[in-house]
């Protein structure tokens, strides 16, 4: 990260002229090499290619351990988290303030975005039920595995569904995320973990009914966590146009109109706007 920093700032603002009277496209007088020689790498720079408006690219970061949490919170401008429950997503957004606090930022400046998966339809009672066909769909166990597996890097097919996990696994992969899966239950099996899960570990609170009452579930969390929001998915990560439609026509403008998710972008870049709410 030091040296990439380095790398995006080896452009000074007004670096691109674009003339074309004089067939000059930089000043090469704003443009410098970084000489940069750490544990690691080591490059003379500059940059080759001009930077972003942003300069340094919005960073996202993904994952839950101790060491993934101090590097969210010394440099990323969101983390992207799945928590089982609101108690958890609070703590986790503590710690993340508390960490970027200790860095010198501004915990503000880090937004914390938790993972969910709704379900909508026009009464609570369809949405149940439609939860309820998706998960016993023929390839709805295959596919959250197959997610699962390339989240975690361990292969899931070499274990009897039917049966529960022979011992607590460890993975040098997202070993938060294989936790959060196999705490779902003590001796359930394979089959019952993923469908419990609602496709395993996606969905950081459950949301399943109509627009209104999503929005309720929504809101009340985010009133209980502190913000900033929600990544919205699926359990298996195949997304539908139909879904999509749910989502911006039905859940968004319930949203809107409680004054929970903006109807217009007021910056030019990705980090002004997650800043900006």
Same mark, same amino acid.
């Given at each position: 990260?030091?040296?990439?920093?380095?790398?995006?700032?080896?452009?000074?603002?007004?670096?691109?002229?674009?003339?074309?009277?004089?067939?000059?496209?930089?000043?090469?007088?704003?443009?410098?090499?970084?000489?940069?020689?750490?544990?690691?790498?080591?490059?003379?720079?500059?940059?080759?290619?001009?930077?972003?408006?942003?300069?340094?690219?919005?960073?996202? +970061?993904?994952? &839950?351990?101790? !060491?993934?949490?101090?590097?969210?919170?010394?440099? #990323?401008?969101?983390? %992207?988290?799945? $928590?089982?429950?609101?108690?958890?997503?609070?703590?986790?957004?503590?710690?993340?303030?508390?960490?970027?606090?200790?860095?010198?930022?501004?915990?503000?400046?880090?937004?914390?975005?938790?993972?969910?998966?709704?379900?909508?339809?026009?009464?609570?009672?369809?949405?149940?039920?439609?939860?309820?066909?998706?998960?016993?769909?023929?390839?709805?166990?295959?596919?959250?595995?197959?997610?699962?597996?390339?989240?975690?890097?361990?292969?899931?097919?070499?274990?009897?569904?039917?049966?529960?996990?022979?011992?607590?696994?460890?993975?040098?992969?997202?070993?938060?995320?294989?936790?959060?899966? +196999?705490?779902? &239950?003590?001796? !359930?099996?394979?089959?019952?973990?993923?469908?419990? #899960?609602?496709?395993? %570990?996606?969905? $950081?609170?459950?949301?399943?009914?109509?627009?209104?009452?999503?929005?309720?579930?929504?809101?009340?969390?985010?009133?209980?966590?502190?913000?900033?929001?929600?990544?919205?998915?699926?359990?298996?990560?195949?997304?539908?146009?139909?879904?999509?439609?749910?989502?911006?026509?039905?859940?968004?403008?319930?949203?809107?109109?409680?004054?929970?998710?903006?109807?217009?972008?007021?910056?030019?870049?990705?980090?002004?706007?997650?800043?900006?709410?």
């Amino acid at each position: 990260m030091d040296l990439c920093y380095q790398l995006w700032n080896s452009w000074e603002p007004g670096a691109v002229l674009k003339d074309r009277q004089t067939a000059t496209y930089a000043d090469y007088t704003k443009v410098h090499p970084i000489h940069f020689q750490g544990k690691y790498y080591k490059c003379r720079g500059p940059l080759n290619t001009v930077p972003s408006p942003q300069v340094k690219p919005t960073l996202l +970061q993904a994952g &839950g351990s101790p !060491k993934g949490r101090s590097f969210a919170a010394r440099h #990323a401008d969101a983390v %992207i988290a799945v $928590s089982n429950g609101v108690e958890e997503m609070k703590a986790f957004r503590d710690d993340i303030r508390r960490l970027a606090e200790g860095h010198g930022r501004n915990p503000n400046d880090v937004k914390v975005m938790f993972l969910v998966a709704p379900t909508l339809a026009e009464t609570e009672q369809e949405a149940r039920d439609k939860h309820a066909r998706m998960v016993s769909g023929p390839y709805f166990i295959e596919q959250c595995l197959a997610l699962i597996s390339a989240i975690t890097d361990i292969d899931f097919k070499k274990y009897d569904l039917d049966k529960p996990l022979p011992e607590r696994l460890l993975t040098n992969g997202e070993q938060t995320s294989l936790d959060m899966f +196999q705490n779902w &239950g003590c001796g !359930k099996t394979l089959r019952e973990l993923v469908v419990d #899960a609602s496709g395993g %570990i996606v969905a $950081s609170i459950e949301l399943i009914g109509t627009p209104a009452k999503v929005a309720d579930l929504m809101q009340e969390a985010m009133d209980y966590v502190g913000g900033d929001g929600f990544l919205i998915t699926t359990p298996s990560q195949a997304v539908s146009r139909r879904q999509i439609i749910e989502i911006t026509e039905g859940l968004v403008p319930v949203l809107q109109r409680r004054g929970l998710v903006r109807t217009s972008l007021s910056g030019a870049t990705l980090r002004e706007n997650l800043l900006a709410f």
